[in-house]
């Protein structure tokens, strides 16, 4: 007996423009990664409103992203977690 797969009322969305459209909803503005062959597809047609920092390795692609962490001065739309 097969199932029939559920039909939906929202038209679907890709997982980068959902990631997108997220990193957009909590305001951030920048990106730090050390993609490997894996994430290209995802990478590719970066839009220019987030700005994406590349890293040669991992440790120092967190030092970055911690270090202008601190360095930013908070916003109202800067969440404390």
Sequence with gaps: MSRKPAKSA???????????????AFGIKKVFGNPGSTELPF?????DDIDY???LQEAS?????????HAIPPTATRRRW
Excluded: C, E, F, Q
């Design 53 to 55: 920092v590349l890293g």
């Design 43 to 47: 990478l590719s047609d970066w839009p």
């Design 10 to 24: 929202h038209a679907s969305i890709s997982v980068k423009d959902a990631t997108l459209n997220l990193l957009r």
């Design 61 to 69: 692609v967190i030092g970055m992203a911690d270090g202008y962490a």
